[in-house]
């Protein structure tokens, strides 16, 4: 059964930073590409950032470009999201997800709230 359990959300003022990490079970980790997806409020699934099986080849949804940055460990079955200059709008619940887009399955979430 495939697992992913995210973790690393929270309360964040703009402009600050936060690490979100989704640690993957049920499958072979290292052989499957890996997204994070997101929701805001009120809004449908939104694809944020992909990255290939070993890492080599990494995408960003425009608005995330150069503030986001997608990685992985194989040895630990874990993904990661830094986000930096975190803005209003990036409020959402963040999802990592299997494959390189937005439809694979996904964990439960975790929030990040944006806000002064």
């Known amino acids: 059964e495939v697992q992913l359990v995210e973790s690393g959300g929270g309360l964040v003022q703009p402009g600050g930073s936060l690490r979100l990490s989704c640690v993957a079970s049920?499958?072979?980790?290292?052989?499957?590409?890996m997204s994070w997806i997101r929701q805001a409020p009120g809004k449908g699934l939104e694809w944020v950032s992909g990255?290939?099986?070993?890492?080599?080849?990494?995408d960003y949804a425009e608005s995330m470009k150069g503030r986001f940055t997608i990685s992985r460990d194989n040895a630990k079955n874990t993904l990661y999201l830094q986000m930096n200059s975190l803005k209003s709008e990036d409020t959402a619940v963040y999802y990592c997800?299997?494959?390189?887009?937005?439809?694979?399955?996904r964990g439960q979430g975790t929030q990040v709230t944006v806000s002064s």
């Open positions: 997800a299997l494959g390189f887009g937005p439809s694979g399955a």
């Open positions: 049920g499958f072979t980790f290292e052989d499957r590409a």
């Open positions: 990255i290939t099986q070993n890492g080599g080849f990494t």
